[in-house]
């Protein structure tokens, strides 16, 4: 893996083997640090598909604690449309066990798993990194 950018909050990595950009929330962020952090790797994402095709996401959210309603509404309704008119096909979203349950996967997943303009997303959960990178890679 190597590391495209990283602060205290966030990291923002490639896996050339599958290949997809991976992010990290490492700690608690603002809406508008979350925001930023997720807008700059997705510039990554964007720079980075002339060289792997196709470029997945995987966002590893093990140490999210919760997903705030305004991320949640800003994920659905500007960066997902987004990052599929950029070409993104496929994400994968890595939760704690006890949050996945916690969690009401519908307010995101009702909107992901639609058609956008410029292409369809397919989302998927899991609980291990390791069965988010073999879901990518498969």
């Known amino acids: 893996m190597r590391i495209l950018f990283e602060n205290e909050q966030f990291a923002c990595l490639l896996d050339e083997e599958i290949p ?19 807008d700059r790797a997705s510039d990554y994402y964007d720079a980075l598909q002339d060289v792997y095709h196709p470029l997945y996401w995987l966002s590893d959210n093990r140490d999210q604690l919760e997903l ?17 008119q950029l070409g993104l096909s496929r994400i994968a979203l890595v939760y704690r066990r006890q949050t996945m349950a916690a969690l ?12 956008f303009p410029g292409g ?4 998927a959960y899991f609980a291990s990194l390791e069965d988010a ?6």
Not at 20 to 38: D, I, K, L, P, W
Not at 68 to 84: G, Y
Not at 104 to 115: G, H, I, Q, R, T
Request: glycine share 4%.
């Open 104 to 115: 009401s996967l519908d307010e995101f997943s009702k909107n992901a798993m639609l058609d």
């Open 20 to 38: 997809c950009v991976m992010v990290q929330y490492r700690s608690f962020q603002t809406v508008g640090e979350m925001e930023a952090n997720v």
């Open 120 to 123: 369809r997303l397919e989302v």
């Open 68 to 84: 705030d309603p305004e991320v949640i509404h800003w994920a659905n309704e500007t960066w997902l449309p987004r990052m599929v």
């Open 133 to 138: 990178r073999e879901w990518l890679a498969g």
